[in-house]
């Protein structure tokens, strides 16, 4: 009979090899190559390889405490996802406030509203204006509980903690640069530099917390913890220059549209008569340049997505629905362009955007991230146990 080795010992000091021990007090010793083998899988990382393997005397109870815990993610998850969902309607609603002219309907008061809002004397713009506000309001009290939940059921080290953490700070900012509109009257038939400057800090800070909150909850989903840039690093800087594109069409689009509201052309020949006129409003001249910046931005992302999935030598599906996507938007454009920008049309426009730009930050992160190893003995723990369970 062979005799026992040092990792054998240890695992009968520990008890975590009792199965084994019986099958060979069965098999009166015979240390058959199949018996080698089928004890592998059984092999469990130490403490001193992995901090967070808990000593195997208590592995059933950790076993149910990550059950526990990935219950408890899933649930953080579907409600990161609907803040996610939640602050996209705000947002377009936000467009319809706009595309109304309803930012004055409560005057140059925040957060509180000067007028009824219920009742036979509400105005419209007044209630428009102030349902804004409300929907503006529960947007920050789901994403403080977002923070607040996420924090309690991740780890230290988790991206989705941070991620949550930057998506209220881009709220609480949000709720800043809103109000800022309201009380120095940049709303309404307003045309000063300072509305079209607020409008783009605006912008920008809206698609950033939309890339935030995408970003939480397809981490909390996937149970992702922390990662590592890739060292392709001209890979890095042309995704991160398609997504500085993006935004700045993003940002042109909505002076567009601003200019589309402020002033409206009766048809497609006077729209084009207002942006060529010599002495035409700046607005309309940006008007003008959001078409030239879209089409040269659509084709640079898609430039970007088809180098990097060439370098992975496949096309994945959210490249794919990426590329749909950014045709759909350039169609509804242009639908927008020759139908005058209604109202419906401008909103679809807007919903198409920000669904465009949230895939191609989940598309983007997934290219230049790739998960950290911090622990190699789990890692081949997990792969070893994957193995045994097929």
Known sequence: MRKASSVDKGARADGTFPERDERQRGDHGSGSRHQRVSSIPRLQPSPAACADTPDSTFWAKTILRSH?????ISHVARFAWT?????????LWGAYVRATGSGAG???RWPLCDGDVIG?????????EFTHRITSVISLLMVTGLVVWCWRVTKKGDWARYSAVLAAVFLANEALLGAALVLLKHVANDQSAGRVLFLCLHLGNTLLLLATLSLTAVWLSNGSRS?????KWREVSSIGLGLLATMVTG??????????TLFPATSLASSLAQDFSPGTPALLRVRLLHPALATVAACYVMWVILRSS?????????AISLIILLFVQVGIGMTNVLLLAPVWVQIAHLFVADALWILLVLASADLVLE???????CALASVVMKGRKR
């Open 251 to 260: 940002t042109t689009g909505a002076v567009a549209a601003l200019a589309d």
């Open 227 to 231: 990662f590592t840039l890739i060292g």
């Open 371 to 377: 998960p950290a190893v911090t622990c190699p003995a």
């Open 106 to 108: 409560c005057g140059n």
């Open 120 to 128: 036979a004397s509400a105005k419209a713009q007044t209630i428009v």
């Open 83 to 91: 803040a996610l969902y939640w602050n996209v309607a705000v947002v």
């Open 310 to 318: 060439t370098g992975r030598n496949r096309l994945s599906r959210s």
């Open 68 to 72: 526990s815990r990935a219950g408890e």
